[in-house]
């Protein structure tokens, strides 16, 4: 039974905006959350096409949306239009969530704790660790921010090779760590993975429809890794499958996902929601599409 059943003139509404973003399923797992609440609350989805950012963000302070979610491919380009972001947004140079106070937009990175949060009760030790990410985008970017502090070493291995290269110099600039980049090829990837503890995909590859398509071929796994695909369709990639069977411990980019959801969600409501409902609906809404 719905809890609020009305839409009314006073509800509030948050958003999140991408282009495309059909496939999101950022409103199933909040709108679950919200309705679990009784908030006074409705979450949607708005494409928005790359000339009209400038507006859109216009019209989050004209219709008074109270929070949004930013996703591909608008995570870096929409930092200029924002009244304020904060710290570890800046570094890292990506705000996925926005909180409107007043008409002052304030932007934050979840995404960077999502994952740290999702690897910590997971059981991976970080501290003291070496780490290798592959790719060099912006869950690259949020991801090894994230956790490049606690680390002794961190490898970004990157299909063009000089995004790694950015991503390593801007990480060894900013935080503790000095940060290496590399590019994909096999053998490069192979020493890499000898020595270290923790490999963590953030390429698309292995993604729904490309289920059949892994970054690191199995002979090059070794049980010893904590192997962390931030993938979350399907829930376990043939990267996660394969690490399984010789013995890795795993993690789908499920958690991450629901913590950087969750992060948001408690930011603009003031109110904890219930990780586990929220879980639980993006997985049933995997299982139905
Ligand atoms: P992005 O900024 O477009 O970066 C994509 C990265 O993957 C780049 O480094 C790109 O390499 C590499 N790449 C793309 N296609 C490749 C291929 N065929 N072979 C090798 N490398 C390839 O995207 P993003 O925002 O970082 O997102 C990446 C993935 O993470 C997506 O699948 C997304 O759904 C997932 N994600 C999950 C969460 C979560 O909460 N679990 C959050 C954010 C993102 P080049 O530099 O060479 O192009």
Redesign the pocket.
């Known amino acids: 039974m719905l809890k609020k059943p009305y839409i009314t003139a006073r509800t509030n509404v948050l958003c999140v905006i991408g282009h495309p973003i059909e496939h999101s399923m950022s409103p199933i797992m909040h709108n679950a959350a919200l309705k679990d609440l009784s908030l006074d609350y409705v979450y949607v989805a708005f494409n928005i096409p790359p000339n009209d950012l400038k507006r859109a963000v216009l019209g989050f302070k004209m219709f008074s949306i109270k929070g949004i979610n930013v996703?591909?491919?608008y995570?870096e380009n929409i930092i200029p239009y924002l009244d304020e972001i904060d710290p570890l947004a800046e570094k890292i140079g990506a705000v996925?969530t926005i909180k409107n106070e007043g008409k002052y937009l304030i932007g934050k990175n979840t995404?960077a704790s999502?994952?740290k949060k999702a690897l910590l009760d997971a059981g991976c030790e970080i501290t003291g660790k070496k780490a290798l990410i592959?790719?060099?985008?912006?869950?690259?970017?949020?991801v090894s921010f994230a956790i490049s502090e606690d680390l002794d070493a961190l490898y970004i291995a990157?299909?063009?090779e000089k995004?790694?290269i950015k991503l390593a110099k801007d990480l060894t600039n900013k935080t503790a760590i000095k940060a290496i980049g590399k590019n994909?090829s096999i053998n490069t990837l192979k020493n890499l993975l000898d020595e270290v503890d923790i490999l963590i995909n953030?390429?698309?590859?292995g993604?729904y429809p490309a289920i059949e398509?892994s970054?690191i071929s199995e002979e090059m796994l070794h049980n010893d890794l904590f192997v962390f695909d931030?993938?979350?369709?399907p829930l376990e990639t043939k990267l996660l499958k394969e690490a399984s069977k010789i013995g890795c411990k795993t993690l789908s980019?499920?958690d991450?996902?629901v913590?950087?959801g969750a992060l948001a969600f408690e930011w603009w409501t003031g109110k904890k929601p219930n990780l586990n409902l929220m879980k639980e609906k993006v997985v049933e809404f995997l299982g139905k599409k």
């Open positions: 996703t591909i491919p995570k996925n995404d999502g994952a592959l790719g060099a985008g912006g869950a690259a970017k949020a990157n299909r063009t995004r790694a994909m953030t390429t698309p590859l993604m398509e970054p931030i993938v979350y369709n980019g499920l991450m996902f913590n950087q």
